[in-house]
């Protein structure tokens, strides 16, 4: 239905949009994922063509949005992120104007409107000025201007924002009631929303397209589903001998110590298989204690942190969270250690110095001791020789 292809955009120097090429099933909901500055508005604006691209092409069922836009943009609703709404007019008067540049025929106007206003749950204010409605009211009389038409093909950039959370449940089920009609790209960085609501979730950031696949098929991919932090104590040996033991193993990472004669590990299984069971089992045959035991499932927030942290997937890969989190605590450790090594050097210096000093002193009084003691055996020598003369 909506085909993207080698889509780039630079404004001047900067590179907004790079490269990017995906299509959209009729019916599907997309959700556009990204951090702030990643291009989603950008490359909305390009599908809808609002703005031009500086390569690529972008289709709709076949109508080339650069070169055939009369056709291509029929088939979209577009609800920009700051909807473009004329604060001056009734809520019904803008759908009627909306619907006339739309060329929605006169004697379904009417009907649609309150049908469209019913849904987006604005109806009680259709006589209002947009002027006076609130963040969330205006959003959603937006989102009504871009349902008129009923256009194939619904392009919602942040379409819950300034919402309170019983609108924004609201407005996600009707995005979700939307799709049996039309085909749904929305952008949003609220991951619960995306997760809740899309198909597919495209993650870009800085123009880029990262990673796209299904909510649940992202979780379980990366590496997340079936992970195991064990910590245990233990021999490297007798650990390895008794994960040996257990079936549908994948991939098993030694995480080094944190503290004397304990092993941190990261188990990777099959999908579909717990084996904290059988671990626990193991271990205990093997005369190794589990101090730390957790199974990790990471959430879609995990994998958007990761993912967008670093551009590709390998370079986050390296960087799990326990593998920063165990870096971190080693380092930590080992600031520790230095600072006590150094201590101790110091308490042993200020010791030597005091036991030097102290020599010292007894070696001064050993001296004049002597001294003394020659003197009085001089005394003594001289009243003797006085005594005799
Ligand atoms: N008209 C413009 N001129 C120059 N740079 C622009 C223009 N519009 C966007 N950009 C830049 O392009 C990049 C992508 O911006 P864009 O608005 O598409 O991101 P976004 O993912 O929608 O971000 P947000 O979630 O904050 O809306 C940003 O670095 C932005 O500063």
């Known amino acids: 239905m909506i085909e993207v292809k080698n889509l780039v955009k630079r404004y001047g120097n900067h590179l907004a949009v790079d490269d990017l090429s995906f299509t959209v099933e009729r019916g599907q909901i997309l959700g556009f994922l990204g951090p702030n500055g990643a291009g989603k508005s950008t490359t909305m604006n390009m599908i809808t063509g609002y703005i031009a691209a500086t390569s690529g092409s972008v289709t709709i069922d076949g109508n080339d949005v650069f070169e055939d836009p009369i056709e291509a943009k029929k088939m979209i609703g577009y609800l920009p992120e700051i909807p473009p709404l004329y604060l001056d007019m009734s809520v ?24 469209i206003m019913k849904m987006t749950k604005v109806d009680d204010v259709s006589e209002r000025l947009i002027k006076h409605l609130s963040k969330g009211y205006k959003q959603r009389v937006g989102l009504a201007g871009a349902i008129v038409g009923y256009p194939e ?9 300034g919402l309170d959370p019983k609108q924004i449940i609201e407005i996600r089920d009707l995005i979700k009631s939307l799709s049996k009609n039309h085909t749904i790209i929305l952008s949003s960085h609220i991951l619960s929303e995306v997760s809740a609501v899309c198909d597919k979730v495209m993650i870009i950031n800085k123009g880029k397209l990262i990673v796209s696949d299904s909510p649940e098929n992202l979780s379980k991919h990366m590496e997340g589903a079936n992970n195991v932090h064990l910590i245990v104590k233990g021999t490297k040996d007798k650990v390895m001998k008794a994960l040996n033991k257990i079936d549908g193993i994948v991939k098993v990472d030694f995480q080094g110590t944190s503290e004397e004669d304990l092993i941190e590990l990261k188990i990777q299984s099959k999908e579909a298989i717990d084996i904290r069971e059988e671990l626990f089992y193991a271990m205990a045959e093997a005369g190794c204690p589990i101090y730390g035991l957790e199974r990790k499932v990471m959430s879609l927030e995990d994998i958007f942190l990761e993912l967008t942290e670093n551009s590709t997937i390998t370079e986050r890969k390296k960087k799990s969270f326990f593998g920063q989190m165990k870096k971190e605590k080693q380092e930590e450790k080992q600031e520790e250690r230095q600072q006590e090594k150094q201590e101790e050097k110091q308490e042993q210096k200020q010791e030597e110095q ?36």
């Open 153 to 161: 093909v619904l392009i919602l950039d942040e379409p819950t924002v």
């Open 92 to 115: 019904v008067e803008y759908l009627e104007f909306i619907a006339e540049i739309k060329a929605v025929k006169k004697k379904e106007r009417t009907k649609m409107i309150q049908d």
């Open 354 to 389: 005091a036991q030097e000093t102290q020599n010292q002193v007894m070696q001064v009084k050993e001296e004049h001791e002597k001294e003394n003691l020659e003197f009085e055996d001089r005394e003594f020598e001289s009243d003797k020789e006085e005594e005799e003369c």
